[in-house]
């Protein structure tokens, strides 16, 4: 059995109201697996989270997981829960995200135009397995309704609201849920720092990050984060002032290269001082090749 292939491991958490986490990863076995495959590497290593909403016979499922045993489940507990009619928002392009289409390939699947068109330009290479390697994801389901800058979807007793941004990837997809105050936020935010896949933009980052603030929501939900938090109720809003920080300092070493000897720890004392994030070591990883993805750009 390859990484990621069995779902055994997924935790199934209620979380406010009629939302689901459904969260694998962040143990101690993953996180200290060798790091050869995009499961691990940034998935299962760090922990990742997809969501679903069930309102009645309908629900809305926030990114596919990384496998599609794991969207299975995710598909069955939601059908379990009286679900009859599926609709899946893909919070962006990356692996970790899409990989269980095939679960949903009878739902409407919805992203934003970005989205849409780098799973199309590398649906190929996605589903051979030579797209940031294997494990193949074939075959890969590509989004049925498309959108630009932002999407109101309807369920039977309220709204939820999907938004554009530039943030972590260019075609990041929040989902909003105004009547709860939480944002649904996809990879756009983490804990206990974000991953820079497009080192070129990150100043872009920081004014859209406070643009996403301006949505007003009270509790953030990021798909790669503490299981506990998201389980206990999420992260404050200052989940974004850490972000946006960080984002700083990144952009500051190339000002000042003793930043560059800096641990994680020391890199994010401050935040970490005034909780709001919390340490988990296998990002030191990922501060150092943040960091050399900034000095490379």
Same mark, same amino acid.
């Given at each position: 059995?390859?990484?990621?292939? +069995?779902? %055994?491991?997924?935790?199934?958490?209620?979380?406010?109201?009629?939302?689901? &986490?459904?969260?694998?990863?962040? &143990?101690?076995?993953?996180?200290?697996?060798?790091?050869?495959?995009?499961?691990?590497?940034?998935?299962?290593?760090?922990?990742?989270? +997809?969501?679903?909403?069930?309102?009645?016979?309908?629900?809305?499922?926030?990114?596919?997981?990384?496998?599609?045993?794991?969207?299975?489940?995710?598909?069955?507990?939601?059908?379990?829960?009286?679900? !009859?009619?599926?609709?899946?928002?893909? %919070? =962006?392009?990356?692996?970790?995200?899409?990989?269980?289409?095939?679960?949903?390939?009878?739902?409407?699947?919805?992203?934003?135009?970005?989205?849409?068109?780098?799973?199309?330009?590398?649906?190929?290479?996605?589903?051979?397995?030579?797209?940031?390697?294997?494990?193949?994801?074939?075959?890969?389901?590509?989004?049925?309704?498309?959108?630009?800058?932002?999407?109101?979807?309807?369920?039977?007793?309220?709204?939820?609201?999907?938004?554009?941004?530039?943030?972590?990837?260019?075609?990041?997809?929040?989902?909003?849920?105004? =009547?709860?105050?939480?944002?649904?936020?996809?990879?756009?935010?983490?804990?206990?720092?974000?991953?820079? +896949?497009?080192?070129? !933009?990150?100043?872009?980052?920081?004014?859209?990050?406070?643009?996403?603030?301006?949505?007003?929501?009270?509790?953030?939900?990021?798909? =790669?984060? %503490?299981?506990?938090?998201?389980?206990?109720?999420?992260?404050?809003?200052?989940?974004?002032?850490?972000?946006?920080?960080?984002?700083?300092?990144?952009?500051?070493?190339? %000002?000042?290269?003793?930043?560059?000897?800096?641990?994680?720890?020391?890199?994010?004392?401050?935040?970490?001082?005034?909780?709001?994030?919390?340490?988990?070591?296998?990002?030191?990883?990922? =501060?150092? +090749?943040?960091?050399?993805?900034?000095?490379?750009?």
């Amino acid at each position: 059995m390859t990484a990621g292939e +069995s779902a %055994s491991d997924m935790h199934v958490m209620r979380l406010a109201g009629n939302l689901l &986490g459904f969260y694998d990863g962040r &143990g101690p076995a993953t996180a200290s697996a060798p790091i050869d495959n995009w499961v691990d590497d940034g998935a299962l290593s760090l922990g990742i989270c +997809s969501f679903a909403i069930v309102d009645g016979a309908e629900a809305i499922v926030y990114d596919t997981h990384v496998s599609i045993a794991h969207a299975r489940r995710i598909r069955e507990t939601v059908e379990q829960l009286g679900a !009859r009619s599926i609709r899946v928002v893909l %919070s =962006h392009w990356h692996l970790d995200h899409i990989a269980g289409t095939e679960a949903f390939a009878d739902c409407e699947i919805i992203a934003n135009a970005t989205t849409a068109a780098l799973l199309a330009d590398h649906r190929s290479a996605i589903e051979a397995g030579t797209h940031e390697g294997p494990p193949a994801i074939s075959p890969l389901i590509l989004p049925t309704t498309v959108f630009d800058g932002g999407l109101r979807l309807e369920l039977p007793s309220f709204e939820v609201e999907l938004a554009e941004f530039e943030i972590h990837s260019r075609d990041a997809t929040v989902m909003h849920l105004p =009547h709860a105050g939480i944002l649904l936020a996809g990879d756009t935010v983490e804990d206990t720092v974000t991953y820079v +896949s497009e080192p070129d !933009r990150l100043e872009a980052h920081i004014g859209e990050l406070e643009r996403m603030r301006g949505l007003g929501a009270g509790t953030i939900l990021p798909n =790669h984060g %503490s299981r506990e938090i998201i389980q206990g109720g999420g992260y404050a809003p200052t989940l974004i002032d850490a972000t946006q920080q960080y984002v700083r300092n990144l952009l500051g070493t190339a %000002s000042d290269p003793s930043e560059l000897h800096l641990d994680l720890r020391a890199f994010v004392g401050e935040e970490l001082g005034a909780g709001w994030i919390s340490w988990f070591e296998p990002y030191e990883r990922v =501060h150092q +090749s943040n960091l050399a993805a900034v000095r490379t750009a």
